[in-house]
C-alpha cells in the first residue's frame, strides 16, 4: 500500500493556484483510474484506489499548506506504514514551468508543505516536484505561488496533468523512468515522420576535443615512431 499525498489549500479561492498543483494531480490521478470518490478522513480528503497491481490511497491535506504534515502523520500512523510508502507531489519553485522531477529524500528547500512534513514524517519519503518556475526575486515568491496559472500556462499544465496520470501507474510500480517519460510523451511529444525536421543550428565554435597529456620520453617517443 501506498500513500500519495498531493500539496495545496483548501477552498475557491486557492483551487487554481500554482501552489495547488498536487492537488490538480491526483484529482487527475483519481478521475482518470477510476478511484472511490474522496472523503472526509485524516484532516483532508482521502480517496482509494489500484494503479496495476498496487493499492493506493490518495490525500488532499485541508489544513492549509503549513500544517500539511499533521495529516499526513495521522494517515500513517492509521494504515501503519513508513514514510518511505509516500510520495508528495508539490509545486517546484525551482524547475521551470512544465518540467517534472521525481526525488527520494532529501531537504524541504524552504517549501512550507515539505517543512511541516519533515517535522512530523522525517525527510525520508518520495516526492513528485511539479515545475511552475520563479517569480525571479525570493520577496515576490509568496505572492507568485498564491496566484492562479496564467491564461498561458493552461495548454502544458494540461499536458503535466494527462502526463502524470498516463505514468501513474509505473510510478506506483517503482519505475520513476517510465513515469517521467509518459510526462514527456504528453509535453514534448515526437514530431511526425512526415514533418521535415528543422535544419541544425551550426556550432558557434569548433568542438573542443580534449587529449591526454602524453608523458612518454624522447626514446620512448622514437621507439613509438619506428613501430
Do not use: C
Not at 483548501?10 to 483519481?30: F, S, T
Not at 501513474?168 to 525536421?197: I, M, Q, Y
Amino acid at each position: 500500500m501506498q500513500l500519495w499525498v498531493g500539496l495545496g489549500n483548501p477552498g475557491p479561492k486557492y483551487a487554481k493556484n500554482r501552489h495547488n498543483i498536487g492537488w490538480m494531480a491526483l484529482d487527475r490521478i483519481a478521475e482518470d483510474h477510476g478511484f472511490a470518490p474522496f472523503r472526509s478522513k485524516f484532516q483532508g480528503s482521502l480517496s482509494e484506489g489500484k494503479l496495476g497491481s498496487e493499492k493506493i490511497l490518495l490525500l488532499k491535506p485541508e489544513t492549509f499548506m503549513n500544517l500539511s504534515g499533521q495529516s499526513v502523520g495521522e494517515a500513517m500512523r492509521f494504515y501503519k506504514l513508513d514514510s518511505t510508502d509516500v510520495t508528495v507531489w508539490h509545486d517546484e519553485i525551482d524547475l521551470a514551468p512544465a518540467k517534472v522531477r521525481v526525488k527520494a529524500g532529501g531537504g524541504h528547500a524552504g517549501h512550507n508543505g515539505l517543512r511541516s512534513i519533515h517535522q512530523h514524517i522525517g525527510p525520508h519519503y518520495d516526492r513528485v516536484r511539479l515545475g511552475v518556475g520563479h517569480p525571479g526575486h525570493k520577496d515576490r515568491v509568496p505572492g507568485y505561488v498564491l496566484s492562479d496559472f496564467a491564461k498561458a500556462d493552461q495548454e502544458w499544465l494540461d499536458d503535466v496533468l494527462r502526463g502524470v496520470s498516463d505514468g501513474a501507474p509505473r510510478l506506483a510500480e517503482g519505475d520513476g523512468g517510465k513515469f517521467l517519460n509518459a510526462v514527456a510523451l504528453r509535453v514534448a511529444p515526437p514530431r511526425s515522420s512526415k514533418s521535415t525536421p528543422k535544419p541544425e543550428p551550426e556550432p558557434l565554435h569548433e568542438p573542443v576535443v580534449e587529449k591526454a597529456e602524453d608523458t612518454r620520453n624522447p626514446l620512448q617517443k622514437l621507439v613509438d615512431k619506428f613501430r
